[in-house]
């Protein structure tokens, strides 16, 4: 708390937080080595995506609530097969997708087409996102 004090004029200034577990740098490893310079993009995501998603199911045990997850283009480097097992995954759990890809959109959610910065529709119907999505381009 002392250290959050002390720099808060830099955060400030600088227009971010400086200091906090966020700051941290975790290093993962692929048999030994960096997983930064050895895996894929698509390797390393699902790394990054595994912990977060054991830190909600830690949270979910420990404290009996079931976190929300924040996806965003959560699948733009994981193949199919990975993408299904994710929705599947969070299935019991309110998540919030971004994509850009109307293939990952599943039947029951609730879709907001936003371009621009500004939201041109939005659809409960999965039926119509491919109409939706032809509109706006």
Same mark, same amino acid.
């Given at each position: 708390k002392e250290k959050l004090t002390s720099i808060r004029a830099m955060d400030i200034k600088s227009?971010?937080? &400086?200091f906090g577990p966020h700051r941290d740098d975790l290093l993962l490893l692929l048999d030994n080595?960096?997983? #930064? &310079? =050895?895996?894929?993009?698509? @390797?390393?995501? *699902?790394m990054i995506l595994s912990l #977060? *998603? +054991?830190?909600?199911?830690?949270i979910r045990g420990k404290f &009996? @609530? =079931?976190?929300v997850y924040l996806m965003d283009d959560v699948f733009s480097e994981l193949d199919a097969h990975k993408s299904r097992a *994710? $929705?599947?995954?969070?299935?019991? +759990?309110?998540? $919030?997708? =971004?994509? =850009?890809?109307e293939r990952f959109v599943t039947p029951e959610a609730r879709v907001i087409i936003v371009k621009e910065g500004a939201i041109i529709s939005s659809q409960n119907e999965s039926t119509e996102i491919r109409e939706l999505v032809a509109e706006t381009n």
């Open positions: 227009g971010h937080t &400086n080595w960096d997983a #930064k &310079n =050895t895996a894929s993009q698509g @390797e390393f995501r *699902l #977060k *998603l +054991a830190e909600g199911e830690y &009996n @609530e =079931t976190p *994710l $929705i599947g995954f969070l299935g019991g +759990a309110q998540t $919030i997708y =971004t994509v =850009t890809d």
